[in-house]
């Protein structure tokens, strides 16, 4: 089984910045892509940035040039470091990871449960 743990979420005043952390544990032969989710309250969950197993990143327009996500390997950890945060910002931040077990067996995506990032006006 694989387990991905968020951490990092709080609440931070508008023009803030905070560090998403996302470990990957288990059974993991291989790590495709990473990236970082988010739903904030009476919407659907949209993507926020992605990163290769190569290191290429992209990301929403939204989050453009405020946001940075990136990887640590060896841990099998995704982060992503906001600044200038805006209220709109708020939301449940999710980590998703795209993982394969074994050799043989086909890759799956893996889902963090979530970690809360709160931005007041």
């Known amino acids: 089984q694989v387990q991905l743990v968020e951490s990092g979420g709080g609440l931070v005043q508008a023009g803030g910045s905070l560090r998403l952390s996302c470990a990957a544990s288990g059974s993991i032969f291989r790590i495709n892509a990473m990236g970082w989710y988010r739903q904030a309250p009476g919407k659907q969950r949209e993507l926020v940035a992605t990163i290769t197993g190569g290191g290429s990143a992209s990301y929403a327009d939204s989050v453009k040039g405020r946001f940075t996500i990136s990887r640590d390997n060896a841990k099998n950890t995704v982060y992503l470091q906001m600044n200038s945060l805006k209220p709109e910002d708020t939301a449940v931040y999710y980590c998703?990871?795209?993982?394969?077990?074994?050799?043989?067996?086909?890759?799956?995506?893996?889902w963090g449960e979530g970690t809360l990032v709160t931005v007041s006006s």
């Open positions: 998703t990871a795209n993982v394969a077990r074994s050799w043989t067996m086909r890759v799956m995506d893996y």
